[in-house]
């Protein structure tokens, strides 16, 4: 599955849109968005995915681009317990799937 | 729904006991997986599962067996522990593939001495 790229670090006042970025130049085209979240030494948990269209659950959005070389998750209204790391993963079921390092988002208040 | 159920949550082990992590989901999800965790490190696939019965090496599977022989549940054996096994060790369940996100369990921190 492709790669993906995201800052290692971000900041967010709570109460605000906290807009996660994530790169994926190379996915093709039978690989799913996905994006997970692991708070502090729990498990991690999954957050929503996507393969072309932009989607919303009660957790977060999903923006993919129209090339889908990029997208980002965005958290409406970030709060002290969205603090996290969040991992974007491209993933089409071909391989298990893959983790990389993610983004430390850090909501402050 | 208890959803994916990892045992025990701690455990402290000597170098060269053995032990059994077992994870069990009731989902009936037919693909199962075992990761670990290190500090300050992302997930790494150690062995899964794509059904009863049936069993795969992941991308760090030395040291480690594995067994499925009911489909709710994936057990992970270390037959001789090793001080480079201490670690978190996180299950995790999928119906499908692709367009089917992995449920996670809670993790067993594992030290060994």
């Known amino acids: 599955d492709a790669k993906t790229t995201q800052p290692p670090s971000m900041d967010c006042a709570e109460g605000r849109a906290a807009n996660l970025p994530c790169n994926h130049s190379t996915i093709s085209g039978n690989e799913y968005v996905y994006w997970y979240r692991q708070i502090h030494s729990q498990g991690p948990q999954y957050i929503i995915h996507g393969l072309k269209n932009n989607e919303t659950n009660e957790m977060a959005s999903l923006i993919i681009t129209e090339d889908r070389k990029s997208s980002t998750l965005i958290l409406p209204h970030a709060t002290l317990r969205d603090t996290a790391v969040y991992y974007c993963?491209?993933?089409?079921?071909?391989?298990?799937?893959?983790f990389g390092k993610g983004t430390r988002l850090s909501v402050i208040a | 729904n208890a959803g994916v159920t990892q045992t025990p949550k701690f455990r402290v082990l000597k170098t060269g006991q053995s032990m059994t992590l077992l994870c069990a989901q009731d989902m009936n999800h037919e693909y199962m997986y075992w990761y670990r965790q290190d500090p300050g490190m992302g997930l790494r696939l150690i062995h899964y599962s794509v059904g009863e019965g049936t069993t795969a090496k992941g991308e760090v599977p030395d040291g480690y067996n594995v067994s499925r022989l009911k489909k709710q549940n994936f057990l992970l054996g270390l037959e001789s522990a090793a001080p480079s096994q201490t670690s978190v060790y996180f299950c995790a369940s999928s119906y499908g593939l692709g367009n089917s996100p992995l449920h996670f369990g809670n993790g067993t921190r594992l030290t060994v001495t």
């Open positions: 993963i491209a993933y089409s079921g071909n391989t298990p799937l893959v």
